[in-house]
């Protein structure tokens, strides 16, 4: 078990990797984490979602997203979202159905902006219709 102040030093340092937009150093720090085990921890790891997707670093984000055990709403929104931003469209209407099937979650608002984008963008009139 990892101490809770060593995990609030790791997720400062992520945090500044995505304030300075350091993109090696975040995926040093990303490396760091798997080799540690410590992406999957629920509050590190699904944060590390979030700021590897904002650096475009959508395979790394996706690992990490499928290592957590627990997957917030905004790893979820995150990752369909960057999949749509992009033009992998098709992946964030996949894993909105992986996420249909995860009962403890819920999409938010920006989860369905991002996905009638994605049905938009592959031209999937009636997938966009049962999502809205």
């Not at 790891?45 to 709403?73: I, P, S």
């Not at 964030?92 to 991002?114: R, S, W």
Request: glycine share 8%; charged share 20%.
């Amino acid at each position: 078990m990892v101490p809770q102040h060593s995990i609030k030093l790791l997720e400062g340092i992520v945090e500044g990797c995505r304030k300075s937009k350091k993109h090696s150093h975040l995926l040093r720090v990303h490396g760091y984490l798997h080799k540690h085990g410590l992406e999957g921890h629920v509050l590190l790891g699904n944060h590390l979602v979030t700021v590897l997707v904002e650096a475009q670093k959508l395979d790394c984000a996706r690992v990490t997203f499928d290592m957590l055990l627990y997957r917030k709403e905004y790893s979820w929104t995150s990752l369909i979202a960057g999949y749509v931003k992009h033009g992998k469209s098709h992946y964030a209407l996949c894993l909105y159905e992986c996420m249909k099937t995860n009962a403890d979650i819920q999409p938010i608002g920006h989860t369905f902006v991002a996905l009638l984008k994605a049905c938009a963008k592959v031209k999937c009139l009636q997938k966009g219709l049962e999502i809205h």
